[in-house]
Nanobody
Framework: VQLQASGGGVVQAGGSLRLSCAASGGVFSRNAVGWHRQAPGKNRELVAGITSSGIINYEDSVKGRFTISRDNAKNTMYLQMNNLKPEDTAVYSC?????????WGKGTQVTVSS
C-alpha cells in the first residue's frame, strides 16, 4: 500500500487549502482512513477520520472548518480546510488501516501565516 499526500502550501489566515491523498489500489473503500498532523514540538494528532463503517469524526479545533471525504473510484481522499488559522500549521499525513495494518503516506507541509 502506497499513499501520497499533496496540496500543502503557504496560505494566509482565513484562507483555504485542499489536501489530496492518492492510494495505490482500492484501499480506501470500507477501511478506516484519516488525516493526521504534527506541528513542531508537538505529538501527532488525528485531525479527521472516517471509520470502516463510514462514521466521520473531527478533532474539536477543526470542527466546522475542515471536511474529510473520499472518492473510492479515484482511490483518493481529501481534506478541505477552510478558515485556516496559524495554529493549523503542521505537516499533514494521510493514513489507512488495511487488514489491521496502518499505512502512512509522506506528509505535506501546511503553513498558515497571520
Amino acid at each position: 500500500v502506497q499513499l501520497q499526500a499533496s496540496g500543502g502550501g503557504v496560505v494566509q489566515a482565513g484562507g483555504s487549502l485542499r489536501l489530496s491523498c492518492a492510494a495505490s489500489g482500492g484501499v480506501f473503500s470500507r477501511n478506516a482512513v484519516g488525516w493526521h498532523r504534527q506541528a513542531p514540538g508537538k505529538n501527532r494528532e488525528l485531525v479527521a477520520g472516517i471509520t470502516s463503517s463510514g462514521i466521520i469524526n473531527y478533532e474539536d479545533s477543526v470542527k466546522g472548518r475542515f471536511t474529510i471525504s473520499r472518492d473510492n473510484a479515484k482511490n483518493t481522499m481529501y481534506l478541505q480546510m477552510n478558515n485556516l488559522k496559524p495554529e493549523d500549521t503542521a505537516v499533514y499525513s494521510c493514513a489507512v488501516t488495511y487488514f489491521g495494518v496502518n499505512y502512512w503516506g509522506k506528509g505535506t507541509q501546511v503553513t498558515v501565516s497571520s
